[in-house]
C-alpha cells in the first residue's frame, strides 16, 4: 500500500478542521446553539441557597415604606419607634400610642437638627493656616472607609446597638406636651397597619415572594442625543415589571447604575418603585447590594428575578449564595430568533450566550470582581 506523503495528510487534516470550523460558525448562527447554551446553563449552574447567608433575610418583614437610607440615624429611629410601638400593642396600652408617636416627631427633629449643624460645619471653608495637627494626622493615615460603610450598614453593630438603646429610651421617657384636644394623626394607623403587617409576614411560608429584582441593562442616548434613556434590554426588562407587577403587587427593586432611570421610566407608567440600589457596576455587585439592601429593609427569602434568559442562570446563582431564593421571569431579548435558517440576529443570541457561559465558568472556577459594600 502506497505511503501517503506528510504535505498530503497535512493538507487533508486542515481540510477536516476547515470543515468542522465553518460548521460550527453556521451552527452559532442557527437559533438551536444559543438554545444549546441556556439549557446547559440551567442544567448545571447550581442555584441552592446558602443558609447561612440566608439567615439574614430571616425576618421577612420587607417593607418599602420608608425613605431612609438603611443604617443612617433616621432609619435608625424608624427601627427604634416601630419597636416602642409594638411593644405598646403588645402590652394593650393603646393610649400610649399618640404619646409615643408625638415623642417620635421630637426625635426626627432633633436629629433633623444635628444634621443641619453638622451640614453647616461641612459648608464652611477650612483655614491652611489654622489646621491643626491632628487634623493633618487624619489625613494622612484616613481610618479604612469600607470597614466604616460595613458597621454602619449592620444594625447589629455595637454603635447602632447603643444608638438604637437611646433612642428606645427617648421615646419611652421624654416629657412632651400633648394638647388633650389634639386630632389623632392618621399616621399612627398607617404604623400599626405595618407592624400588623410585618407579623404577619413572619410567619408566612418562606417560597412566597416578597420583592420583584429587576436587573438593569444599560443606558443609551436619546434620539436627541443628549438625554440619557434606558437602553432595549432595560426597556423590555422594564416592559416584563409592568405585567408582573399587576399580578403580584409587590416591592420592586431597581439594581444597577441605571436605578434612577428605570424608576423615572417606570412613573412614567403609573409604577411607583420605592426601592432603588444604584451603586453596583456588575452582576455580582447587583446580586450583593440588592440582597444588603432587602436585609436592612426587613429581609426577603424569596424574589421574582427579571432579566434576559441568558443571564438567568448565572443571576440566580449569585443570589442564592447570598441566600435569596428566585423565582426566574423571563423578559425577551431586543432581537427575535428565526425559527431555522442562520440568520444575523441568531448570531446577536450566540454572543450573548456565550459572553454568559464564560462569565459563569469564570465566576464558579475564579470568583468574580465585587465590592463587599456599596
Same mark, same amino acid.
Given at each position: ?14 481540510? /477536516?478542521? +476547515? ?12 437559533? +438551536?446553539?444559543?438554545?444549546? *447554551? ?6 448545571? /449552574?447550581?442555584?441552592?441557597?446558602? =443558609? ?80 491643626? #495637627? ?5 489625613? =494622612? ?7 466604616? /460603610? ?15 438603646? @437611646?433612642?428606645?429610651? +427617648? ?15 392618621? @399616621? ?6 405595618? *407592624?400588623?403587617?410585618?407579623?404577619? @409576614? ?42 408582573? =407587577? ?17 424608576? #423615572? ?5 403609573? /409604577? ?7 451603586? #453596583? ?6 446580586? !450583593? ?24 442562570? !448565572?443571576?440566580?446563582?449569585? +443570589? ?9 421571569? =423571563? ?9 431555522? !435558517? ?25 470568583? #468574580? ?6
Amino acid at each position: 500500500m502506497k505511503k501517503t506523503h506528510w504535505m498530503v495528510r497535512l493538507v487533508q487534516i486542515a481540510a /477536516v478542521l +476547515f470543515v468542522l470550523l465553518a460548521c460550527l460558525m453556521v451552527f452559532i448562527y442557527t437559533p +438551536f446553539y444559543s438554545q444549546l *447554551i441556556v439549557k446547559g446553563l440551567n442544567y448545571f /449552574v447550581p442555584v441552592e441557597v446558602n =443558609e447561612v447567608a440566608a439567615k439574614s433575610q430571616k425576618l421577612a418583614a420587607l417593607s418599602d415604606q420608608d425613605s431612609y437610607e438603611p443604617g443612617s440615624d433616621m432609619w435608625i429611629a424608624r427601627q427604634s419607634y416601630l419597636t416602642v410601638m409594638e411593644e405598646a400593642i403588645q402590652s394593650d396600652n393603646s393610649q400610649n400610642l399618640t404619646l409615643i408617636q408625638t415623642r417620635y416627631k421630637a426625635l426626627q427633629a432633633l436629629i433633623e437638627d444635628d444634621q443641619q449643624k453638622e451640614s453647616d460645619k461641612k459648608e464652611k471653608p477650612a483655614v491652611p493656616l489654622l489646621a491643626s #495637627s491632628a487634623s493633618e494626622a487624619n489625613i =494622612e493615615n484616613p481610618p479604612d472607609a469600607a470597614q466604616k /460603610v460595613k458597621e454602619l450598614l449592620e444594625l447589629n453593630s455595637s454603635a447602632n446597638q447603643e444608638l438604637m438603646a @437611646q433612642y428606645v429610651d +427617648f421615646l419611652k421617657t421624654h416629657k412632651v406636651e400633648q394638647p388633650a384636644s389634639e386630632p389623632v394623626d392618621e @399616621q399612627i394607623f398607617k404604623d400599626i397597619a405595618l *407592624i400588623h403587617d410585618q407579623n404577619q @409576614q413572619k410567619t408566612e411560608v418562606k417560597s412566597a415572594p416578597y420583592a420583584i429584582v429587576v436587573l438593569g441593562g444599560g443606558l443609551t442616548l436619546d434620539k436627541n442625543g443628549k438625554d440619557i434613556v434606558v437602553n432595549n434590554y432595560t426597556r423590555l426588562r422594564l416592559e416584563t415589571t409592568l405585567a408582573v =407587577e399587576k399580578d403580584y403587587q409587590l416591592p420592586i427593586v431597581l439594581s444597577g447604575v441605571e436605578a434612577p432611570y428605570m424608576q #423615572s421610566w417606570l412613573k412614567q407608567h403609573n /409604577v411607583d418603585a420605592k426601592l432603588l440600589e444604584d451603586r #453596583s457596576m456588575n452582576t455580582c455587585e447587583n446580586t !450583593r447590594f440588592s440582597s444588603l439592601l432587602l436585609q436592612k429593609k426587613g429581609g426577603a427569602p424569596t424574589v421574582i428575578l427579571i432579566t434576559d434568559q441568558y443571564h438567568m442562570p !448565572r443571576t440566580r446563582r449569585l +443570589f442564592a449564595l447570598n441566600g435569596i431564593e428566585t423565582i426566574p421571569i =423571563e423578559a425577551p431579548m431586543p432581537s427575535e430568533m428565526t425559527r431555522w !435558517r442562520p440568520s444575523e440576529k441568531n448570531y446577536d443570541h450566540s454572543r450573548r450566550a456565550n459572553y454568559e457561559m464564560l462569565a459563569t465558568m469564570r465566576d464558579m472556577w475564579f470568583g #468574580s470582581e465585587c465590592r463587599e459594600v456599596p
